[in-house]
Each structure stands twice: as C-alpha cells, then as structure tokens.
C-alpha cells in the first residue's frame, strides 16, 4: 500500500501515516470552499 492515501478528518500524528508508507490528505480542506463541493462529497461517498 505504499503511496497509498488515506483521508483524515481530524487532528492525529501524521508520523503514523508516514511510516506505514501512506499519504495523508485533509479532507476538510479538499471540499471546504470549492464551488463543486457537493458534487465532490458525493464522488466521495461513491467509491
């Protein structure tokens, strides 16, 4: 799974995330203030 994301929504050590090979992507700052951000949340919710 190297390389692989994962979506936080919250505050955590992100060294945890680091060493499992993983990226963390904030979730609340990738649909926050985007004019398309419903269309987002539902892609989201799809997969």
Known sequence: MSGSKV???????VEV???AGMV???LNNMFIG?????QM????EAV
């Open 7 to 13: 979506g936080i929504t919250t505050t955590l050590p």
């Open 17 to 19: 995330i680091f060493s």
């Open 24 to 26: 963390p992507v904030d």
């Open 34 to 38: 985007r004019e398309d951000a419903y």
């Open 41 to 44: 949340v539902e892609g989201a």
